[in-house]
């Protein structure tokens, strides 16, 4: 399976950005999608997770009224709405797919395939 993010670029704060995710190849059941985000000399943290029934949506504390996830099975695609964005949004951003578990979760242990990130630059 193979996951492509875009979607990332610069904005000031206060704007906003909106991230798209495609999986593809050997796709079958369901699946849980996720975006993570890693920010210079930080570790990976967890974002928002998505099931596919779309009714678990955990957020992090950081991004909760602010962001949005959302998906469309028929596309195998995930989206991230990052509204009022603040300088420390600033990160590369992951989107990731847990084939195993049917809730939506927050662990990044729990995901199986990683796309390779797209850029996210808020400027104060």
């Known amino acids: 399976v193979q996951l492509q993010a875009s979607g990332g670029g610069l904005v000031q704060a206060g704007g906003s950005l909106r991230l798209s995710c495609a999986a593809s190849?050997?796709?079958?059941?369901?699946?849980?999608l996720a975006w993570f985000r890693q920010g210079a000399g930080k570790g990976r943290e967890f974002v928002a997770a998505?099931?596919?029934?779309?009714?678990?949506?955990p957020y992090a504390d950081s991004v909760k009224g602010r962001f949005t996830i959302s998906r469309n099975n028929a596309k195998n695609t995930v989206f991230l709405q990052m509204n009022s964005l603040e300088p420390d949004d600033t990160a590369v951003y992951y989107c990731?797919?847990?084939?195993?578990?049917?809730?939506?979760?927050?662990?990044?242990?729990?995901?199986?395939?990683w796309g390779k990130g797209t850029q996210v630059t808020v400027s104060s």
């Open positions: 990731a797919a847990d084939f195993d578990t049917v809730e939506a979760t927050t662990s990044i242990r729990n995901y199986d395939a």
């Open positions: 190849g050997r796709i079958s059941g369901v699946y849980t």
């Open positions: 998505i099931s596919w029934s779309g009714v678990s949506r």
